[in-house]
């Protein structure tokens, strides 16, 4: 739960700023540019208070994807390390602690657990290609290793055993649950939104032009998306309403861009066939 709480905090960062530069309801001013500061900090303070390491991936995704829109990109380079830099001594210890086991997985159970379930939902579809349906991991059974320290410089292995527990990955969740082809239709969806979401912001990205704000949006519900896709490696949120809001509305975006683009080239397309009468009956 709090792996899920942070990664749709950090998913809508991107959001709330293009809300604070092209909204609407209220018009953009130092006010909406201050509270959006102020919500994006309070976004990014989620995965620190929860000390989820999926919070961390999801904001240096964040931060990367961030770089396209970036006009002066080696001067957000260095802000965005200078950032770091600074923040690190202010982080709680909890965070710290818990983000080192992201390089030794093997003294976390946590991290040793996914991995054998991972292994288990593997050999599971070899058996049963169209899946075991919603919450079949439940039938599971596995054993880990996990490195523990008994003294300065000496570990030892301990073998544990588990039963019934979660996939921790959506992935492993769609191909445990409805099967390779569950799994392929799931990416289909969000693989050809990531695609349409990349092709409409490099047709509206013109600055100057009557549809600005099209192409920001696009890259928002792109990156949104893509710390979804990212975070969901290591959080069992196939199903989350939040990523389909997002797809509902990338959906929505292409679908009336799509019209605007209908409606400009009806008139010229009547134009060309009036043309042509003409000439045919000159």
Not at 65 to 94: C, E, M, N, Q, T
Not at 166 to 191: I, N
């Amino acid at each position: 739960m709090l792996s899920t709480i942070s990664a749709v905090a950090v998913a809508i960062v991107p959001l709330i700023f293009w809300f604070a530069k092209f909204g609407t309801i209220f018009p953009p001013d130092w006010r909406v540019k201050l509270f959006a500061w102020a919500l994006a900090f309070a976004c990014l303070l989620i995965p620190v208070g929860t000390a989820a390491r999926t919070g961390l991936i999801c904001i240096g995704i964040v931060a990367l994807l961030s770089l396209r829109a970036a006009k002066r990109k080696v001067l957000y380079i260095g802000l965005v390390a200078a950032a770091g830099v600074v923040a690190v001594p202010f982080l709680p210890s909890a965070f710290t602690e818990r983000m080192g086991t992201i390089q030794n997985h093997q003294a976390d159970s946590s991290a040793s657990t996914r991995i054998a379930v991972w292994k288990w939902t593997l050999g599971f579809v070899q058996d049963h290609p169209f899946g075991g349906g919603f919450e079949a991991y439940r039938g599971n059974r596995i054993a880990f290793d996990v490195v523990q320290k008994t003294g300065e410089g000496e570990t030892t292995n301990k073998l544990e055993t588990d039963k019934a527990r979660a996939y921790h990955s959506a992935y492993f969740e769609m191909l445990g649950e409805q099967g390779w082809l569950g799994l392929a239709l799931w990416l289909l969806l969000h693989f050809s939104g990531l695609v349409r979401m990349e092709v409409l912001r490099r047709r509206y990205r013109d600055p100057d032009g009557p549809l600005a704000w099209a192409g920001p949006l696009a890259a928002a519900l792109q990156t949104a998306h893509a710390v979804y896709l990212f975070g969901a490696l290591f959080v069992g949120i196939a199903f989350q309403p939040f990523v389909y809001m997002l797809v509902g509305a990338q959906i929505g975006l292409d679908t009336y861009l799509g019209r605007l683009r209908a409606e400009t080239a009806a008139p010229a397309r009547r134009r060309n066939v009036r043309g042509g009468q003409a000439l045919a009956e000159a």
